[in-house]
Every structure is written in structure tokens, then in C-alpha cells.
């Protein structure tokens, strides 16, 4: 049992340039966040899925794009990145009203 | 909107001392309310939860009383160690629905030995 896995750990892109952030639970959870942690500051909330088809927008939308083909991968698209991005982002998954985090992927954009 | 607002950090304390952040927060309703550690290099694990007035939550030597009348939920532990060096959050989420967290700013705790 693996829990919340994310990939890549690392990534340094350059302005404009688009990746997708991988994310995948074997929980069997319904629910799926994607979150970003800025310097300093608590976790934001970008999307969230209630379940494979279904996304909605969280607090910081703006910039990104998400999809729930399935129930346990949850992508994270940036189509034009801006120094803006450059962040850890972190991916969860609910059970009850417990979330279960990712190690996180620490992206940069120069 | 719902919010959280932690105690400002660094914190810094020697190994066996008393520990107390303090969180407070804002919302519409009776939400949960949540502690999360995020040790160095890692993501975030639930430490401890309270999902109604005066639940207290316990791990780990850790406790949290959610208290409606001042909205808070301060984190307190009796005799710190090293090992418990980490970045402490608090959150909170509606009861129903998606539930959303909204975490505060952070708190950084250095335990020294």
C-alpha cells in the first residue's frame, strides 16, 4: 500500500513552458485535492475531485488544469507556466474526513 | 469565508519544555478542526482532529481542545522532544460536502537538546 504518490519530486521549467504533475492513490478514495504551498505559507487549494469525471475549482484556479479519468490518478496540468507556479505542490486523497498527503513536487519556473 | 490564523513562528524550545501554538479560527457553521505536521522534506500527516465543541484530540503526546466559545484550537504538549521538530498547521474543513481544508500560515517548532 503505497498511499499518495507524486511525481516528479523535483522540476525547473522555463517561463511558458506547460508539464503535467502526476498523482496517484491506491486508496480507492473518491475524493482528491491538489494544493500549493508557497514560501511561509499554509496549503492553498487549486482543484478538487469528488470522483473519476468530476473536478471543481478550489481557491487558486487560475493557471492550471485538472482531470479524473479514473478514481486513482489525478493530473495537474500548467499550460503556460509563470514564475508566479514556482511552489511545492502537494496532492491528497480523503477517507472519512481524514486527507492523506503526497510527498510533494517542488517546481520552479525561471 | 473561512479562515485560520496561527501563532507566528519560528518556535524555538529546549528539549522537555511545555509547548503551546496557538490557532484560532473563523467560519460559518460547526467545522472540524484539524492539526497537521509536516516533518522536513515530507508532506503533511493529521497529528490530531476535533469534530465538535469541546472533542478533544490526542496523538502522540499532543492535544486540542476545540473551544466554539473563542474559536480556537490551540495545540499543546507537555514535555517536547527532538523528534518533534517540524512545521505544525492548522486547518479546518466544513463537515459535509467536499471538505475542503483551510489551513493557517504555519508554525516552524526547533526542539534543541
Known sequence: NAGVTQTPKFRILKIGQSMTLQCT???NHNYMYWYRQDPGMGLKLIYYSVGAGITDKGEVPNGYNVSRSTTEDFPLRLELAAPSQ???YFCASR???TQYFGPGTRLTVL | GNSVTQMEGPVTLSEE???TINCTYTAT???SLFWYVQYPGEGLQLL???TKADDKGSNKGFEATYRKETTSFHLEKGSVQVS????????LSDRQGAQKLVFGQG????INP
Open chain 2, 107 to 110: 508554525t516552524r517548532l526547533t
Open chain 2, 17 to 19: 519544555a511545555f509547548l
Open chain 1, 25 to 27: 492513490q491506491d486508496m
Open chain 2, 84 to 91: 518533534d521538530s517540524a512545521v505544525y498547521f492548522c486547518a
Open chain 2, 48 to 50: 490530531l482532529k476535533a
Open chain 2, 29 to 31: 457553521g460547526y467545522p
Open chain 1, 86 to 88: 514556482t511552489s511545492v
Open chain 1, 95 to 97: 477517507a472519512a474526513d
